[in-house]
């Protein structure tokens, strides 16, 4: 890999961080590569705006209580405060069996549950999208494969330095770790 090619700009390059799955980047480079897609799970988002700040200084939230439906909420207020009301957006991974579009009160009252919002709040809306591919299943074989692939690209393209999830990472905590360590050594390197 030499140059982009971006519409009519053509962009040397001598250093590439690729961050998202290896297997985009092999089928950049050969079409007829195959590579396993991974199976998604059912996802859906669901966005509330309320009259007041919620209950928290978070900006993401990981819900790991396994009798709530939601997975993880983004409290916008705490990233930027854009306006009158404060939101947030649950996201919501479920079987096909889940009927996301009638569950957005039972939604609502898991924020309540968690304590993000009390009952002096007043919800001014509340909406519900669907996410057409969903979420990938971080299972084994397919994190597995996913850093193969990394380990065949790396050995392959001398100027790529695989990161985060396009090095088989999965978790938030895990893939700005270890970018911030590969982004540190490629400096220092550079230096």
């Avoid at 998604?40 to 669901?46: A, D, M, V």
């Avoid at 900006?59 to 396994?66: A, E, G, K, S």
């Avoid at 439906?69 to 069996?97: F, K, M, W």
């Avoid at 898991?110 to 990938?136: N, Q």
């Amino acid at each position: 890999i030499e140059e982009f090619v971006l519409g009519n700009k053509i962009m040397a390059i001598d250093k590439l961080l690729w961050s998202i799955p290896p297997a985009f980047l092999a089928r950049l480079i050969d079409p007829a590569s195959s590579f396993p897609r991974p199976r998604f799970r059912k996802t859906g988002l669901y966005d509330f705006a309320f009259d007041k700040p919620l209950e928290t200084k978070c900006f993401y939230l990981n819900v790991y209580d396994p009798k709530l439906h939601s997975a993880r909420v983004t409290i916008y207020q705490n990233l930027a405060q854009e306006g009158p009301h404060y939101g947030c957006t649950v996201e919501v991974l479920a079987g096909d069996e889940f009927d996301f579009e009638s569950k957005l009160e039972l939604i609502l009252d898991e924020l309540k549950t968690m304590g993000l919002v009390k009952d002096s709040h007043s919800c001014v809306y509340k909406g519900y999208r669907s996410i057409r591919a969903g979420f990938p299943v971080p299972d084994i074989q397919f994190l597995e494969q996913s850093g193969q692939m990394a380990k065949k690209l790396d050995e392959k393209l001398k100027i790529v330095t695989f990161i985060g999830r396009g090095n088989g990472r999965f978790f938030m905590k895990d893939i700005l770790k270890h970018t911030y360590q590969m982004c540190a050594r490629e400096l220092i390197a550079l230096a």
